[in-house]
């Protein structure tokens, strides 16, 4: 088991800048590929990035291309979602995840093993 515990959402003006952070508790940390969801109202859940075990790889929606940057620290056991030039469409709650396989960070994460709580993230034009 893997227990995700995400923070650091908030609200912030458009074109301002969050991040989040995903504290780990468990089974080891290093084994599992992470990534980052989000679902705003009414809308379905949607895949934002994910990064392998090792952090050598890393992938991202073409909605947060170049503004959104996701890594990890394997010694904290947590993961990070760096969120620049916030716009109001990326307005959710956002999602921490983590599975054995990178391929499953994808779509809607219905083959995710693990999930954090979410945390709020508003940004207001």
């Known amino acids: 088991q893997v227990q995700l515990v995400e923070s650091g959402g908030g609200l912030v003006q458009a074109g301002g800048s969050l991040r989040l952070s995903c504290a780990a508790s468990g089974r080891t940390f290093s084994s599992y590929a992470m990534g980052w969801f989000r679902q705003a109202p009414g809308q379905e859940r949607e895949w934002v990035a994910a990064?392998?075990?090792?952090?050598?790889?890393?992938y991202y929606a073409d909605s947060v291309k170049g503004r959104f940057t996701i890594s990890r620290d394997n010694a904290k056991n947590t993961a990070y979602l760096q969120m620049n030039s916030l716009k109001p469409e990326d307005t959710a709650v956002y999602f921490c995840a983590a599975d054995n396989l990178l391929m499953h960070m994808s779509r809607n994460g219905k083959y995710v093993d693990y999930w954090g709580q979410g945390t709020q993230v508003t940004v207001s034009a």
């Open positions: 990064i392998s075990w090792s952090g050598g790889t890393t």
